[in-house]
């Protein structure tokens, strides 16, 4: 059954029906069992959600200011996409996210961000309803102590390589990122698991046992 013509459609039914750990599953069926980024990284708030492509940016520590403040952030910010999601890795001695970047991402129509590090400006960035997860809020600045070295590259993070172009789903049970190539398969089962979730769920609640439930529709 086709759920979805195009990725706005899929981005959207994502968002609006599905949760991470039914995705993962999925994943796990399909045999891609390590997709979930660490548990470390975690909402600036409880409801936000992302799904969109990865835009990938890798990054790297400095210790002294650099003949190209930021590296190639800027470049990074400004060519991001409609639907894509900055998702960056590779430093550790300052915030990777704040304020202004938000606004450029949001300007561009961007999906969310998730960084590998830290984020700051956080009342100003609530402020734009633009879903950011990071690992932490640190208000140290990155201007004499990170460079973007590069971006729409292969990067890691944890357990998952992540190539530019993969789809990022986000909430508040972690980040997940879905092989581009697996993408379309992946999120309509995912669909039609959560939708018999709901009836394993009605039959539980009542009285079917949960040995029954799932003799009767493979479904925990």
């Known amino acids: 059954m086709k759920h979805f013509q195009n990725d706005d459609e899929m981005f959207s039914l994502m968002k609006d029906k599905l949760y991470t750990p039914v995705v993962g599953d999925i994943l796990d069926a399909m045999g891609f069992a390590h997709q979930f980024l660490p548990p470390y990284l975690h909402p600036l708030r409880p ?3 992302i799904a969109g492509r990865a835009c990938t940016v890798l990054e790297q520590d400095v210790f002294c200011p650099q003949k ?3 590296g190639y ?4 910010l400004d060519q ?3 639907n894509d999601v900055y998702l960056a890795t590779g430093a550790h001695n300052s915030a990777l996210w704040g304020e202004l970047l938000t606004a450029t991402a949001k300007a561009r129509h961007a999906a969310g961000a998730v960084v590998d590090g830290y984020t700051r400006d956080t009342p100003q960035v609530l402020s734009q309803n633009f879903p950011v997860f990071a690992k932490d809020r640190w208000a140290q600045d990155s201007s004499i102590r990170t460079n973007v070295v590069d971006f729409r590259c292969p990067i890691e993070i944890g357990q998952v390589t992540i190539h530019d172009g993969d789809v990022v789903f986000a909430d508040i049970d972690g980040v997940l ?3 581009r190539e697996a993408a379309a398969e992946c999120i309509g089962k995912a669909i039609e698991k959560a939708s018999g ?3 394993v ?3 539980i609640e009542e009285g079917m046992s949960a ?3 799932f003799a009767k529709f493979g479904i925990l």
């Open 47 to 49: 409801d936000m959600k």
């Open 68 to 70: 190209k403040p930021f």
């Open 73 to 76: 952030l800027t470049e990074a």
């Open 80 to 82: 991001l996409r409609p």
């Open 177 to 179: 990122i879905i092989p």
């Open 197 to 199: 979730e709901k009836l």
């Open 201 to 203: 769920r009605k039959a």
């Open 211 to 213: 040995t029954e439930a």
